[in-house]
């Protein structure tokens, strides 16, 4: 069980903290103090009848704004996506202590000592990387960043050779280790090519007046050529699969395939062997198949909508990025995996991960670049540019003149809140030339779905008073939430009440698991 404790800055308050731990016999195992002041602990989980006590204590302590549970340490957190970052580089990776000994390293190391990892653990730096003194650097009154060329395992590579720097109690850095990362001739070649080729043209079909737009394209193009992970947030119709395109041409895996699997579409079954392939045999099939992973060597596998993915498949994915092999059904010979992952997602993984429906460490390994599409409503600046281009697309397709948007028609564009997105305006820009006699398109020739409120809540021949009516509003409106948002907590913060309050009302309404289906 991990608090996250939010007070004023007073002292003694973390002894006060602790006191009340050690009145009720809680093994303390960890304890954080962040910049802001707010007070991190960990510790085994307790009864619930023992918390029920706690909490209400440790709120009375004077200077204690709020208290709430929380999924995790920030330490845990910052060290985790240290760990995926490291994980994820295609170089062989080093942390030394002060004396040279090796405390961390990443697989591509290990993938170099043929996975004995008993030979890296403790080693001094000296008897693996030779042609640079580290003893003599880490000794210096001044450890500077070193770029040198050095042998591990018999091959030649450039080392980045880069203190490790940490504040004293007086606040000046004193030097705690180093990381090493080694560069091959081949990793050099590729990252030379990369940097002088031609500016990728693959983002030039996105229209980006809009800053929020221009953000994005921006932070795509720095992580196209990235060989971890990509995920991908964004409502439906965004364009989350075309920016996962783009990436994957403007990286050095253009050349390799890209395949993608739409998780919402199919069982966990035949979602299984379309990933894994299967044996000979293993479905009556005379001989063996290739899966996605097998057939995306070298290349990019998107998996569209991963949210949806099972339980029980989202534990295999995890595996193959870790283990970097997967087996085929029905086979237990292992095949080493060489892809690029790219996920997209319209729903929340965070309230996902909350809920149990989506295991927290894939998310971790998942979320270690990631891109959020802003929705069209949110790139006003764009919508005729789009509208505009869809247009003469559509024009050619259907072998007619070039349509205009009347005045009436652009402004209602532009006002409108587009819920599907660009794909909305795309297909309804399609829909009203179909049906077009003349050039022009106006805003009647445009039918689109009204997006105001589903339930009227006004009518001015209502029964009952005032009191009643907003009781019934607040009744629906904690009825369409609750499905998405299942536990108190979670309804809690969507809509800005404190937990007691949301257990209150839907306590008061017999709103439960039992009587709203989830």
């Not at 007070?7 to 304890?31: F, N, P, T």
């Not at 080693?123 to 040198?148: C, N, R």
């Not at 030097?175 to 031609?198: C, D, M, P, W, Y």
């Not at 783009?246 to 253009?254: D, K, T």
Request: aromatic share 8%.
């Amino acid at each position: 069980m991990r608090l996250e404790i939010s007070c004023q800055d007073r002292l003694g308050i973390a002894q006060d903290v602790l006191e009340l731990l050690r009145a009720h016999q809680i093994d303390l195992r960890g304890i954080e103090i962040n910049e802001s002041g707010k007070i991190y602990l960990s510790f085994p989980n307790i009864d619930f009848a023992d918390f029920q006590q706690f909490m209400p204590k440790i709120r009375r302590i004077e200077g204690i704004d709020d208290v709430k549970t929380t999924l995790y340490m920030p330490i845990e957190r910052e060290r985790n996506e240290l760990r995926a970052i490291i994980q994820t580089m295609p170089d062989p990776v080093f942390s030394i202590d002060t004396k040279g000994r090796i405390v961390l390293f990443n697989d591509a190391a290990k993938f170099s000592v043929d996975n004995d990892v008993d030979l890296l653990i403790q080693a001094e730096i000296d008897e693996w990387v030779s042609g640079f003194k580290f003893e003599k650097w880490l000794d210096s009154k001044e450890t500077l960043a070193q770029t040198q060329k050095v042998k591990f395992v018999q091959q030649d590579y450039i080392a980045d050779i880069l203190p490790v720097m940490v504040p004293d109690s007086d606040g000046q850095d004193i030097l705690a280790g180093a990381v090493v990362i080694l560069k091959s001739e081949l990793r050099l070649g590729q990252q030379f090519n990369t940097f002088h080729k031609k500016e990728a043209e693959s983002f030039d079909k996105f229209y980006a007046n809009s800053l929020a737009m221009r953000k994005v394209i921006n932070e795509a193009s720095r992580m196209a050529d990235l060989d971890g992970p990509l995920l991908i947030f964004g409502e439906t119709g965004t364009g989350k699969e075309l920016i996962a395109r783009s990436c994957h041409e403007a990286s050095s895996r253009a050349e390799g395939p890209l395949l993608s699997l739409n998780c919402a579409t199919i069982s966990d079954d035949i979602a299984e062997t379309e990933l894994f392939g299967s044996a000979v045999n293993a479905f009556g099939n005379n001989e063996a198949k290739q899966g996605l992973l097998e057939q995306a060597q070298g290349g990019t596998l998107l998996l569209d909508e991963i949210a949806d993915m099972s339980l029980q498949l989202q534990g295999k994915l995890l595996r193959v990025i870790e283990d970097a092999e997967f087996r085929r059904v029905g086979d237990d010979a292992p095949i080493g995996v060489d892809v690029r992952f790219m996920c997209t997602t319209s729903k929340d993984l965070g309230l996902l991960v909350e809920s149990g429906r989506f295991r927290q460490d894939l998310y971790y390994r998942l979320n270690v670049l990631s891109l959020v599409m802003p929705a069209l409503r949110e790139r006003k600046q764009d919508i005729m540019p789009l509208a505009e281009a869809f247009l003469n697309q559509h024009c050619v397709k259907l072998g007619r003149n070039i349509a205009k948007l009347s005045k009436s028609c652009v402004d209602y564009l532009n006002t409108y809140p587009w819920p599907g997105n660009v794909r909305q305006l795309q297909n309804a820009l399609y829909r009203a030339l179909t049906l077009l006699d003349g050039n022009e398109i106006t805003k009647e020739h445009i039918h689109l779905p009204s997006c105001a409120t589903t339930v009227s809540y006004i009518d001015e021949n209502f029964e009952g008073t005032l009191d009643q009516e907003v009781k019934k509003f607040e009744k629906d409106l904690l009825k369409k939430l609750y499905p998405s948002y299942p536990s108190t907590r979670q309804l809690a913060r969507k809509l800005g009440l404190s937990h007691t309050a949301i257990a209150n009302k839907l306590r008061e309404y017999g709103i439960n698991k039992a009587t709203i289906k989830i």
